[in-house]
């Protein structure tokens, strides 16, 4: 039996001009608030491929007030092969929806939204155009 998609919430894609080239990507507003009840907002690029949400580590320690020591640490396999990251459990704020989930703290500027727990709450779809500009992801609520 098939079900017709509605989808409630679209943001046209974001972009990037680096030397010569544009590059365009599905990111989305996210607010990340820790237990201590202090948040960060960011844009975060929609991943299909990340398991969990992830932000830079230094924003968790610096503006978060979050003690990278005594976080537990997740091991994963990615481009690099197996790395070990710290994580801790915050609020993660995104399309409408609040949800504590594990987020990856990460030596990189990127904040993510990852398929853990988002994918299972929404329908997600990725509608790409050649040039980019007509490009965006929509969401749909399960």
């Known amino acids: 039996m098939s079900r017709t998609i509605e989808f409630q919430t679209e943001y046209k894609y974001e972009w990037e001009r680096r030397n010569a080239e544009v590059f365009w990507r599905p990111e989305i507003n996210a607010m990340f608030r820790s237990k201590t009840g202090k948040s960060r907002r960011g844009r975060a690029l929609v991943d299909s491929g990340a398991d969990w949400c992830a932000m830079p580590k230094d924003v968790a320690v ?16 990615g481009i690099a092969g197996l790395t070990k990251i710290p994580y801790t459990t915050m609020v993660v704020r995104a399309v409408g929806i609040e949800r504590e989930c594990k987020v990856l ?3 990189s500027d990127l904040y993510l939204v990852g398929r853990i727990p988002f994918f299972s709450l929404f329908d997600v779809a990725f509608h790409e155009e050649t040039n980019g500009s007509n490009s965006r992801i929509l969401f749909a609520k399960k």
Do not use: A, Q, R, W
């Not at 610096?62 to 396999?77: F, R």
């Open 105 to 107: 703290l990460m030596d």
């Open 62 to 77: 610096d503006h978060l007030g979050i003690d990278i020591g005594s976080c537990p640490v997740e091991t994963l396999k």
